[in-house]
């Protein structure tokens, strides 16, 4: 079974500021996949960001960057020089041989 | 990346009926997957349609009740069955894209459910 824990229900941040999302996941799959999404209050699901269990390289898509750590079993989101417009829910998902489970989402607000 | 689209938007419907929805994708593509969010909720998988055979449901989706079409490889349908208040939820398909050794998932713009 896979499972990804989101522990924080909300964040606050200052504009500019660089902010860390947290995701620790739990799977017994050798290979899988874990994604973030950014969903505003329109209600779309933007992906953001990818990373396979096989890359030794950290994922990076301009602003967003993934920080793996494959042992400790963590996928945080690294969102530099944060914008008004960061503010969302965001998802963390896992994607293994058999199931795909997203997490309970962040809810991220950026103060001006 | 893959552009999707859904029909309808948005819809109120009466308890007891059923509502069709559709997912057309702008490229061929093996999987699709429909999700279920419910009020302030996470995303749920209910199933995955491959093209040319059955949808694999998630524990606790049956086909009687969400039965899926996928005729070709760039469309799908998710109908609601005889629906309850407790259905009211977006619904949103997805496709998955593999570019090399990288995988992206891209989501329709969901239907939003209301069962009055």
Redesign the interface.
């Known amino acids: 079974a896979q499972k990804i824990t989101q522990t924080q229900p909300g964040m606050f941040v200052q504009e500019k500021e660089a902010v860390t999302l947290d995701c620790t996941y739990d799977t017994s799959d050798q290979s899988y ?1 874990l ?1 973030w ?1 950014k969903q505003p209050s329109s ?5 953001l960001i ?1 990373q ?1 269990s ?2 030794e390289q950290n ?1 990076t898509e301009g602003r967003y960057s993934l920080n793996f750590q494959k042992a400790r079993k963590s996928a945080n989101l690294v969102i530099s020089a944060s914008q008004l417009g960061d503010s969302a829910m965001y ?1 963390c ?1 896992i ?1 293994g041989a058999q ?7 962040t809810r991220l607000t950026i103060n001006p | ?1 893959a552009v999707i689209s859904q029909k309808p938007s948005r819809d109120i419907c009466q308890r007891g009926t059923s509502l069709t929805i559709q997912c057309q994708v702008d490229s061929q593509v093996t999987m699709m ?1 429909w999700y279920r969010q419910q009020p302030g ?5 209910i199933a ?1 349609a491959n093209q040319g055979s059955e949808a694999t449901y ?1 524990s606790g989706f049956v086909i009687d009740k969400f039965p899926i079409s996928r005729p070709n490889l760039t469309f799908s349908t998710l109908t609601v069955s005889n629906m309850s208040p407790e259905d009211s939820s ?1 619904y ?1 398909c ?1 496709v998955e894209d593999q570019r090399g ?7 329709g ?2 239907t ?1 459910l209301t069962v009055t």
């Open positions: 996949g994604f999404y209600g779309e699901m933007i992906f990818y396979g096989y890359d994922a998802f998902m994607q199931k795909l489970v997203f997490g309970q989402g | 990346s997957f909720q996470s995303l749920t998988l995955t998630e977006i949103l997805s050794r990288s995988y992206e998932q891209y989501f713009p969901g939003r």
